[in-house]
């Protein structure tokens, strides 16, 4: 997760001077490398991660003890290698209880190689702070790390206890259960008025989506029966900007990811970041942004990240959220966030991970959104984003059906071409079987309406068999008689958009709801 650099160099009044000021003191002298490998390989991964941040960091310490000034570019590598040692710092696994059944030998070296990697991050992360603040200072303390062998107590607790190891991540490729009692609780409902839809049907494969802006290269691809996707591509200060402009006070943002080439070598540091953002150019805010990054590495649990800037003078959250994610995350997971005011939530599927009460600390400055990625393996591990949807909030939909005696909703998704629902339809659901438990006499008349894609006779009786899938929920999810349910279908016949467009298609594909 990259730091933004503007709010970093404004009160430091220039980006030169905190290289400097430290120019008269002597470099400290350089951990050495681990030769060779324990063989156990959340070790092996931890120390090899944790050198690779401490090599980068050490390189523009020797800079600033020259009294060399870093460029743009070389600063914006120093503040990502500082979110990434936080990270992995933070979130890395209780890795010692790998060593459990080794041979005395190899626990012996795998506990050396731990702490010579913890003392390379507790020097990385001081180091890191002190350049981009200005205070670099030295101590005799530094001078030999090699013989610093203190460790607090809070340091050697970060990576004793049991394992948090996933070594189910292969056996099951499905993360949707066909129980849908597990949905009763789901609270997720989404915006009302459509405000942007992307799902990369009608962009060329190979070529740069249509509706979207970047600084640097990614493609539409096509996989197997998945239909379209855009491949986003790993960088530091790469930034990927859909044509969302304007946000609203209260909206809500959907979309799939796929990912390809995961496994126990993904880095601890590889994350997925969506943007809040108060510009459309590639950083992550000039004076305002907020930003959320989902973990992608797969040989520890590591936590979703939160951070929030504003008024160019800092935020009150950065936060790592403690979450495991990582069988959903090889399995295709649908993410949804609700913005209402100052509220963030995020969910994967049908679980909540984020509900952060007064995140969005200055109400309608954040008007753009953003996404980036960072330290996947080039070539070797992919992410793919589609059916990417944002839409304004703000209409309560049990209000509108008491109020008005209907209500139609786009939020209601089925797997395509199908009447099987989509786990994050249940908020909606939900709120409806709501109206009806409040008011026993309401009989409902559910109607469902499909876009122009097919055969009119196709259609027609997909928009039946949805309408009776939505039924079909309310009574064995909530509860409501079926005798207060009606059904029917009117298939591609009464749009209410351009059937021609992604985004008229998503309009016209939904489902109503009639008080009889």
Do not use: C
Request: aromatic share 8%.
């Amino acid at each position: 997760m990259k730091l933004s650099t503007n709010g970093l160099r404004l009160p430091l009044l220039g980006v030169a001077v905190f290289f400097i000021i430290s120019h008269s003191y002597a470099q400290t002298k350089q951990l050495k490398r681990p030769k060779s490998k324990v063989n156990l390989s959340s070790v092996d991964n931890f120390v090899t991660q944790s050198f690779d941040l401490y090599d980068k960091v050490y390189k523009y310490d020797g800079y600033a003890a020259a009294g060399t000034p870093l460029d743009d570019n070389d600063i914006d590598v120093l503040e990502d290698a500082l979110d990434d040692l936080s990270g992995l710092s933070d979130s890395a696994p209780d890795i010692l209880s790998d060593i459990d059944g080794a041979s005395v030998l190899k626990q012996a070296k795998a506990t050396l190689q731990i702490n010579k990697a913890k003392k390379a991050l507790s020097y990385s992360i001081k180091t890191a702070k002190e350049l981009l603040l200005g205070q670099r200072e030295r101590d005799e303390t530094e001078d030999d790390p090699e013989n610093n062998t203190s460790t607090s107590d809070e340091e050697s607790n970060s990576s004793s206890g049991s394992s948090n190891e996933n070594d189910d991540t292969e056996e099951d490729n499905s993360n949707i259960s066909d129980d849908l009692e597990i949905y009763s609780k789901f609270d997720y409902v989404p915006g009302d008025k459509l405000l942007f839809f992307d799902d990369f049907s009608q962009d060329y494969v190979g070529d740069f989506p249509s509706k979207w802006n970047t600084n640097a290269s990614g493609e539409v691809v096509k996989i197997g029966d998945k239909g379209n996707w855009f491949e986003l591509k790993t960088g530091y200060g790469v930034y990927y900007i859909p044509d969302v402009k304007d946000l609203p006070e209260d909206y809500t943002i959907e979309f799939d990811l796929l990912t390809k080439g995961l496994g126990r070598q993904t880095s601890s540091t590889a994350r997925f970041h969506i943007i809040l953002s108060d510009n459309n150019t590639f950083n992550d805010g000039l004076a305002h942004y907020a930003k959320i990054n989902i973990p992608l590495g797969q040989y520890g649990a590591f936590g979703f990240r939160a951070k929030n800037y504003f008024n160019r003078g800092g935020g009150s959250i950065n936060t790592d959220i403690k979450a495991d994610i990582r069988k959903a995350v090889l399995n295709q997971p649908h993410i949804a966030i609700s913005v209402t005011k100052k509220r963030f939530r995020l969910w994967v599927n049908e679980t909540k991970y984020v509900d952060i009460p007064r995140f969005i600390e200055e109400e309608n400055v954040l008007k753009y959104l953003k996404f980036h990625l960072n330290n996947l393996k080039d070539n070797e591990e992919h992410l793919f984003i589609s059916n990417l949807k944002v839409a304004e909030g703000g209409v309560d939909l049990r209000r509108e059906l008491l109020s008005k005696g209907k209500v139609s909703t786009n939020g209601i998704l089925f797997d395509s071409g199908s009447a099987k629902i989509k786990a994050q339809s249940y908020g909606i659901i939900r709120q409806i079987s709501q109206v009806l438990m409040q008011d026993e006499s309401i009989k409902l008349n559910i109607i469902g309406h499909t876009d122009a894609d097919g055969s009119d006779s196709v259609n027609l009786e997909l928009s039946k068999n949805r309408a009776n899938a939505v039924k079909e929920a309310l009574i064995k999810v909530y509860k409501i008689s079926g005798n207060r349910l009606q059904t029917d279908g009117k298939g591609e016949t009464q749009p209410v958009d351009d059937n021609s467009t992604a985004k008229g298609k998503a309009q016209n594909r939904r489902v109503e709801f009639v008080k009889i």
